[in-house]
């Protein structure tokens, strides 16, 4: 099956992101089954998905007209069988718990045509897990968005060992064609190439901060004024090919023994969560948040992302 083969799109989980990945691809043109396990869930999508679009408008992104054939084109169900049976291509995006996930990738196998690409949304889980619980391995793999999904571009694909190079260049193929920047992961490792360099820098920051070495609100200032604007607009290794690489290899060398490297989670993350300082959800983390100034940073991040994709 090639790109232009592919007319029916199944997203499983209608939260965070599945909304959002329906929400593109019925903007785009295609008819989209959105399905949960509860009608309560897929309302909520729907709700989500008008006050996107809204957004996306007010953004300039879209069109009003265009954002008015969006709803005829996403159609709900809370019955998987009747969400999946004409399915060229189902992304699954359920909570990210491995047995779920192995049970409905089983359950996809078994409802959807035998064409039909299976793509998993997972954040860090291995294909190869999900490959085996189907008898189609070869059309298995992972199609990782970052949130929110219809402001960032990128999607990184992760085959397993097992999956076929045409089924790869169609999932490609299929989402360059909605406007999507793709990245192929070469082998299979946790947390693919997006998490692993954020997991990275977190692991550090909170290193910087258990230390006393700067306060939270600190290091984020760093951030946003430093490396945070030219990573905007250039990758790292193209920020330091300018740098060049002479330089780089004396300065790690001094400063690589020094950076923060243990394989244990962080004492002070983990006594975050168990006093139940969540971030935004809570109203605390490392900030108190009232719903005005959740509000007021979710919009900020989002008009710099639309700002960016527009001088892309």
């Given at each position: 099956?090639n790109?232009?083969?592919i007319?029916?799109?199944?997203?499983?989980?209608?939260?965070?992101?599945g909304h959002?990945?329906?929400?593109?691809?019925?903007?785009?043109g295609y008819?989209?089954?959105?399905?949960s396990?509860?009608e309560?869930?897929?309302?909520?999508?729907?709700?989500?998905?008008q006050?996107?679009?809204?957004?996306?408008?007010?953004?300039?992104?879209?069109t009003?007209?265009?954002?008015?054939?969006?709803?005829?084109?996403?159609?709900?169900?809370?019955?998987?069988?009747?969400?999946v049976?004409?399915?060229?291509?189902?992304?699954?995006?359920v909570y990210?718990?491995?047995?779920?996930k192995?049970?409905?990738?089983?359950?996809?196998?078994?409802?959807?045509p035998?064409?039909?690409?299976l793509a998993?949304n997972?954040s860090?889980?291995?294909?190869?897990a999900?490959?085996?619980?189907?008898q189609?391995?070869?059309?298995?793999?992972?199609?990782?968005?970052?949130?929110?999904?219809y402001?960032?571009p990128?999607?990184e694909?992760?085959p397993?060992?097992?999956?076929s190079?045409a089924?790869?260049a169609?999932?490609?193929d299929l989402l360059?064609?909605?406007?999507?920047r793709?990245i192929?992961?070469q082998?299979?490792?946790?947390g693919f190439?997006?998490?692993?360099l954020?997991?990275?820098?977190?692991?550090?920051?909170l290193?910087?901060?258990e230390?006393d070495?700067?306060?939270?609100?600190?290091?984020?200032?760093?951030i946003?004024?430093s490396?945070g604007?030219?990573?905007?607009?250039?990758?790292?290794?193209e920020i330091f090919?300018?740098?060049?690489w002479?330089?780089?290899?004396?300065?790690?060398?001094?400063?690589f023994?020094h950076?923060?490297?243990?394989?244990?989670?962080?004492?002070?993350?983990?006594s975050?969560?168990?006093?139940?300082e969540?971030?935004?959800?809570?109203g605390?983390?490392f900030y108190e948040?009232?719903?005005e100034?959740?509000?007021?940073?979710?919009?900020?991040i989002?008009?710099?992302?639309v700002k960016?994709?527009k001088?892309a």
């Amino acid at each position: 099956m090639n790109v232009n083969e592919i007319r029916h799109i199944t997203v499983v989980g209608a939260g965070l992101m599945g909304h959002g990945i329906a929400q593109e691809f019925a903007l785009a043109g295609y008819q989209v089954q959105l399905h949960s396990r509860s009608e309560a869930s897929l309302h909520q999508a729907t709700l989500n998905i008008q006050q996107n679009l809204e957004r996306l408008i007010g953004f300039g992104m879209t069109t009003r007209e265009q954002a008015e054939l969006v709803p005829a084109r996403i159609h709900t169900s809370t019955v998987l069988k009747a969400a999946v049976e004409d399915a060229d291509i189902v992304f699954e995006s359920v909570y990210e718990d491995l047995d779920l996930k192995r049970d409905i990738f089983g359950q996809l196998d078994k409802l959807c045509p035998a064409h039909t690409i299976l793509a998993s949304n997972t954040s860090s889980l291995m294909p190869s897990a999900f490959a085996t619980a189907t008898q189609r391995a070869d059309k298995v793999l992972v199609a990782h968005y970052a949130n929110p999904p219809y402001l960032i571009p990128l999607v990184e694909i992760v085959p397993s060992g097992q999956t076929s190079d045409a089924t790869v260049a169609t999932v490609a193929d299929l989402l360059k064609k909605i406007g999507k920047r793709t990245i192929v992961v070469q082998q299979e490792v946790p947390g693919f190439v997006l998490n692993r360099l954020q997991g990275a820098l977190l692991r550090e920051a909170l290193w910087l901060v258990e230390n006393d070495i700067a306060t939270p609100q600190d290091v984020d200032v760093a951030i946003k004024n430093s490396i945070g604007r030219r990573w905007a607009v250039a990758g790292i290794f193209e920020i330091f090919e300018i740098a060049g690489w002479d330089l780089l290899l004396a300065i790690a060398e001094g400063l690589f023994p020094h950076l923060a490297s243990s394989s244990e989670v962080s004492p002070l993350l983990k006594s975050k969560v168990e006093r139940g300082e969540l971030g935004v959800k809570t109203g605390k983390g490392f900030y108190e948040w009232t719903p005005e100034a959740a509000e007021e940073l979710k919009q900020r991040i989002a008009k710099a992302l639309v700002k960016l994709e527009k001088e892309a």
